[in-house]
């Protein structure tokens, strides 16, 4: 089993920061990605960035230049730094992790409850 566990969002202007926190738990040998997700009210659910296990990050063109992924191994964290937020950043923001469990070779999808961002203008 996998376990994902998100924090970190709130209301802030625009042009302000905030970082999200992602600590992983449970089978976390057998992750291969971890990624953020947003979804604002009535769009649907789409990929912010994600950080792979060889370090490899990709973004969503909207969030380049402002938003960046990464990990703290030790702590089993993967964080989203987001700066110079603007209004349509606003939403629910998901962290997942993926893998492959290594005892049965089934697929492993993990979800946070969401934590969400309200950029005011």
């Known amino acids: 089993q996998l376990q994902v566990v998100e924090s970190g969002g709130g209301l802030v202007q625009t042009g302000g920061s905030l970082r999200l926190s992602c600590a992983a738990s449970?089978?976390?040998?057998?992750?291969?990605?971890m990624g953020w997700y947003r979804q604002a009210p009535g769009k649907q659910r789409e990929l912010v960035a994600v950080?792979?296990?060889?370090?490899?990050?990709n973004y969503h063109n909207s969030v380049k230049d402002r938003f960046t992924i990464s990990r703290d191994n030790a702590k089993n964290t993967v964080y989203l730094q987001m700066n110079n937020l603007k209004p349509e950043d606003t939403a629910v923001y998901y962290c997942?992790?993926?893998?492959?469990?290594?005892?049965?070779?089934?697929?492993?999808?993990?979800w946070g409850q969401g934590t969400l961002v309200t950029v005011s203008s």
């Open positions: 950080i792979r296990s060889g370090g490899s990050t």
């Open positions: 997942n992790a993926e893998g492959i469990s290594p005892s049965t070779l089934s697929p492993l999808d993990a």
């Open positions: 449970g089978d976390i040998v057998s992750i291969s990605a």
